[in-house]
């Protein structure tokens, strides 16, 4: 009596000759040579004791031993390969994607019953995080991150590039007139992160200290965007990500200079994962939205 299962290697390769009736073609769809197929099957004969084929001078024929139990072996070997299908399935039927809060927030979320539309099999999970998550843990399939488009073991494709410019609500256009010049005396406080207001400045070609120009101090840039859609003051933010705003008059430029911080928003990826079918129409769908949205923007300014 068997005190172990046989090796797997030779099973696989008892059951494609069985199957096929050669061990020839039996190679041919196991990608390896008749050699190799006619070892693992005597390998397993030897294994269990019993005579599975018997060898003619042109061609093998299964004993009855061996026509006893290959329905059976053929029979296991497909419930396998159903079960490793159901599995992948699963795998590609959800994408747990990670992203910034405010991409996520103010610029995917509007869009994702787009994809839900071109791709109804693929349940997206949305993960906000100012911190970068671990990818290819089985945890997280892909992220948006912002930076120069390299982070090892990954794949990045470029989304648009991250810009910024003043963004205030219609009403304190007028109190936000002389934005462009910081030694005349703004009538609105400013909101939203100070070094991208340096930044600004500097992209203008000038150093300003804007010590004591803040109103409140907000987590994210889509809380910004908010506060300065109440009217609460001026934000620096991105009008590609906040397009929707701006075409819906929430938002109106306090300033025409967009200006670059030399990073873009990228779809990544591990690159073990290249080739699966959710990550790859999560990426072209994404970067079609990308492109329109960032050429869309530019051309409302």
């Keep these: 009596m068997l005190g172990k299962l046989p090796p797997l290697l030779s099973v696989r390769a008892f059951e494609a000759a069985a199957r096929l009736g050669s061990f020839a073609k039996a190679a041919?769809?196991?990608?390896?040579?008749?050699?190799?197929?006619?070892?693992?099957?005597?390998?397993?004969?030897r294994e269990i004791g019993?005579?599975?084929?018997?060898r003619l001078a042109q061609r093998v024929v299964l004993t009855e031993h061996g026509r006893a139990i290959a329905p059976e072996v053929t029979a296991l070997f497909k419930s396998?390969?159903?079960?490793?299908?159901?599995?992948?399935?699963?795998?590609?039927?959800?994408?747990?994607?990670?992203?910034l809060p405010t991409f996520g927030a103010s610029w995917l979320t509007p869009r994702l019953g787009r994809f839900r539309k071109a791709h109804g099999d693929i349940r997206v999970e949305l993960d906000l995080s100012e911190a970068p998550r671990?990818?290819?843990?089985?945890?997280?399939?892909?992220?948006?991150?912002?930076?120069?488009?390299?982070?090892?073991?990954?794949?990045?494709?470029?989304?648009?590039?991250?810009v910024f410019m003043?963004?205030?609500?219609?009403?304190?256009?007028a109190a936000a007139k002389h934005i462009g010049d910081p030694r005349r005396k703004l009538d609105a406080p400013l909101l939203g992160r100070p070094d991208w207001w340096t930044r600004w400045y500097e992209a203008l070609g000038m150093r300003v200290d804007l010590g004591g120009r803040f109103g409140t101090t907000l987590q994210a840039e889509y809380l910004d965007a908010a506060a300065a859609i109440a009217g609460q003051g001026v934000t620096i933010g991105?009008?590609?990500?906040?397009?929707?705003?701006?075409?819906?008059?929430r938002l109106v430029p306090a300033h025409d200079f967009?200006?670059?911080?030399?990073?873009?928003?990228?779809?990544?990826?591990?690159?073990?994962?290249?080739?699966?079918?959710?990550?790859v129409a999560f990426r072209d769908w994404i970067v079609a939205e990308a492109e329109a949205a960032a050429a869309s923007a530019m051309d409302a300014r």
Excluded: M
């Design 134 to 162: 671990e990818l290819g843990a089985g945890v997280f399939d892909a992220a948006v991150r912002n930076g120069h488009g390299k982070w090892a073991g990954l794949r990045a494709t470029r989304l648009f590039a991250s």
């Design 50 to 54: 019993v005579p599975l084929f018997q």
């Design 28 to 45: 041919q769809e196991l990608g390896t040579s008749a050699a190799s197929v006619s070892y693992h099957v005597r390998q397993l004969e």
């Design 238 to 249: 991105s009008p590609i990500l906040f397009a929707d705003e701006i075409k819906a008059g």
């Design 166 to 173: 003043p963004l205030c609500a219609p009403a304190l256009k």
């Design 258 to 279: 967009v200006a670059p911080d030399g990073r873009a928003f990228w779809f990544v990826y591990p690159a073990a994962l290249a080739k699966s079918r959710k990550i």
């Design 80 to 99: 396998l390969s159903a079960t490793f299908v159901s599995a992948v399935d699963a795998y590609e039927s959800r994408l747990s994607l990670t992203t």
